[in-house]
């Protein structure tokens, strides 16, 4: 059967990026489209170990792959919404936002313990402002802890002591065994040798035994989606968080094609827009915009279309997670827009406003006082 077209799209090279960018493509081809994923190295895919809230000021994982798409050189480009700034160049549409993954985070441990059931103290990684604040809001005897890298590199972060400690153990086990042969009243401390046991490991497990650890965390938070996605979802053991309580990031779990405006964006949008998803995001995105928080401020927003309404939730705290403004409205969907920015302007008089003020100031004071160049993934 002939194609309808052939379509060049931009992609971040990560191996989340081009299993988000896969779905897309999988999409447009069930409607007979052509399609060439173009990977494009973005300055946050360059400056590994800095903080996703720094990044996130300049578009650091977007503004490269829209420019391919403004000089005409590629037809669209494919992006995490969440990572999207709110404010984009007047030639440049969200062409697309096909059906939303999981919206809301996991917390993810070596031994699928939940939230409440975390030691007093214990270390939870997590580089995202939003989910510190929601952590500490919830328990703050918590000590959390920057956490850089990949979905895989955060895993193995997270497994690797745990993983450590149990080769050591089965290690010294194999010496006794060893030293034991021949004794029939020997009853060895494992079933297994530890080649037996290395041999079942995946290979997520494997990369994490060899990982040096600088910090052991007992706990981490991800995206819901971002580990499914990834494909490493049934190797680890996770517990998702309530969205009533830990509300995501806004168009988080969602992804979006950009396009510049014209025929090529109508004929994405024709065919892979997801209409629910577009409403919900639309409102999250316009929440943040109207607030103005971007990545400076922990801000949660999540909306989700209930009948003839769009239910939306917000949260905006201070960065440790004792100042909190807290809402939830009804919004009508034929003017989810509209009615979005009306609920953001009730948030800003109820206390956002301040809230996000105060934290553009510690972020401004950061920036001021961070005079050490970030160090490559892995040093």
Request: glycine share 8%; aromatic share 4%; hydrophobic share 35%.
């Amino acid at each position: 059967m002939r194609t309808r077209g052939t379509l060049r799209l931009a992609t971040r090279g990560s191996t989340l990026a081009r299993r988000q960018a896969g779905l897309v493509k999988e999409a447009l081809e069930d409607r007979r489209y052509e399609v060439e994923l173009v990977t494009v190295e973005t300055t946050g895919d360059q400056i590994r170990d800095e903080l996703i809230h720094r990044l996130g000021k300049t578009g650091a994982f977007v503004r490269e792959l829209d420019q391919r798409v403004l000089e005409g050189e590629l037809d669209g480009a494919i992006h995490s919404m969440k990572d999207m700034p709110t404010e984009q160049p007047d030639e440049l549409v969200t062409a697309a936002v096909p059906e939303r993954g999981t919206p809301g985070d996991v917390l993810v441990t070596p031994d699928g313990a939940t939230l409440d059931e975390l030691p007093d103290g214990a270390t939870v990684g997590t580089s995202s402002l939003r989910r510190r604040a929601q952590l500490l809001s919830q328990r703050p005897d918590l000590e959390v802890e920057p956490l850089r890298g990949n979905v895989d590199t955060r895993l193995e972060k997270l497994l690797a002591p745990t993983l450590q400690e149990q080769h050591q153990q089965r290690s010294e086990a194999d010496k006794e065994r060893k030293a034991n042969t021949g004794d029939d009243d020997f009853e060895p401390e494992y079933d297994r040798t530890v080649d037996e046991w290395f041999d079942d490991l995946s290979e997520l497990e494997r990369q994490a035994l060899g990982r040096e650890v600088e910090t052991e965390y007992d706990a981490i938070v991800l995206a819901g989606a971002g580990l499914e996605r990834s494909g490493l979802a049934h190797y680890v053991d996770y517990r998702e968080l309530p969205t009533e309580t830990f509300v995501p990031a806004p168009g988080q779990g969602a992804l979006a094609v950009t396009a510049t405006d014209g025929e090529t964006a109508r004929n994405i949008r024709e065919a892979i827009d997801h209409p629910r998803s577009r409403v919900e995001t639309t409102v999250e995105r316009t929440l943040l915009a109207e607030l103005g928080g971007g990545c400076i401020a922990p801000i949660g927003i999540y909306a989700i279309v209930q009948g003839e309404y769009v239910h939306a939730s917000v949260t905006v705290f201070d960065r440790d997670g004792e100042e909190s403004v807290v809402a939830s409205r009804d919004l009508p969907v034929e003017r989810h827009a509209d009615a979005a920015r009306e609920f953001a302007a009730d948030l800003a008089d109820r206390g956002a406003a301040k809230l996000i003020a105060d934290a553009r100031k510690e972020a401004e004071s950061d920036d001021d006082s961070d005079t050490d160049p970030p160090e490559p993934e892995g040093k």
